[in-house]
């Protein structure tokens, strides 16, 4: 069973090996709630999972210690299995989706661990570690479904409570629900007045459908940038503690993400991955309004975001926040009708980043012609103005 001094224990365990992240205070993010974040992307391994793997590792016996661990993971849980087992001086074989973001699986193979890549998602992963443990006769390490592992993962509810001691509500990512289990369970022994919130990606919100239903389900597929949270089906115990200790559970799309992740970057110069940005985006996007004009302490989980796909994350961030969008323009093909546009544009104190000029399509004016204009804007107000402004001024948007 799994107690409070059993979260307390790990939290001893842990103290000399990892960080107790900072609490930061986050006012430029939102209006909504006096905002913080609980930093653990700068957690060793850029992520939290390094508490649940550590202490289960270290609650091993000799005897498991000497014959190995084995794990299975989209990344984060590999990571914190391959740097505990180094730290033990014991080996480790991690199984990983072949999806995983590649900075991730450097990281585990620079840890020193064994590693072997499946093809699919992490439900796919979980199933070839049992097979190669049965195998080798290896000590599962399961990254949420394990009483030491959520245990690890409770000592982040303890230390946001010391850390604000007069927080209302906490909100936090949840896959398989390990973390948010290891949360809850903590909060709600020592201050049953704090809220525990989940968020989980709307392409993979398993734990969100299977407490709906009132049974653990299993999704047939999921797709989200959040790869931290990408799960099909929740823990059998993890289901259990969300039952009981938590108090709501929401999903965000991944253009609410991305949005987040581009304000983590532009107003708290910190880097979150998708599933570490997913409490700060429910929390924009207004999904949890009961906790307005609270205090409220989002839990950014994880920084391993794959630098290839950044980019990409950043354009949906900005298109979705209104600070990117494109125009298009039927006109005539004259002199002129460019200069006039770009005018009304410079006029609005739009940027133009991109133009493209085609001509017109069957159907259309024999003279006419199409503009695509790319431009960066500052917000949707500034859009629906230049919008407003190329209307009056006789243009036809498409």
Sequence with gaps: MLTIEKIIHAQRVLEDALYATEVKRAAS???????????????????????GAYYKIACLSPEEKQRGVIACSAGNHAQGVALA?????????????????????????????????????????????????????????????????????????????????????????VGGGGLISGVAFAVKQMNPRVKVYGVQAAGAASMLNSLHDGKVECLPSVSTIADG???????????????RFVDGMVAVTDEEICAAILALIEKQKMIAEGAGAAPVAAIMAGKLPELDGKKVCCLVSGGNIDVTILSRVITRGLVMS??????????????????????????????????????????SEVIGCFLRIDLETR??????????????????LS
């Design 29 to 51: 993010l939102t209006d909504r709630c006096e905002l913080f974040l609980k930093t653990e992307n700068l957690q060793k391994t850029g992520s939290f999972k390094i508490r």
């Design 85 to 173: 087992a180094q730290k033990n001086g014991i080996p480790a074989l991690i199984c990983l989706p072949d999806g995983a973001p590649i900075s991730k699986v450097e990281a585990t193979r620079s840890y020193g661990a064994e590693l072997c890549l499946v093809p699919g998602v992490y439900d796919d992963a979980y199933e070839r570690a049992l097979q190669l443990q049965k195998e080798r006769q290896l000590t599962f390490i399961h990254p949420f479904d394990d009483e030491d592992v959520i245990a690890g993962q409770g000592t982040i509810g303890l230390e946001i409570l010391s850390q604000l001691k007069d927080v209302d509500a906490i909100v936090v990512p």
């Design 229 to 243: 949270i990408a799960v099909k089906q929740p823990g059998v115990q993890t289901f259990d503690y969300c039952k």
């Design 322 to 363: 209104g600070r990117q969008c494109t125009l298009i323009i039927e006109l005539l093909d004259k002199p002129g009708q460019l200069v006039a546009v770009s005018q009304i544009i410079a006029g609005c104190g739009a940027n133009v980043v991109g133009v493209h000029h085609e001509h017109a399509h069957a159907g």
């Design 379 to 396: 917000d949707f107000a500034q859009i629906e103005e230049i919008k407003r402004a190329l209307t009056a001024a006789g243009f036809k």
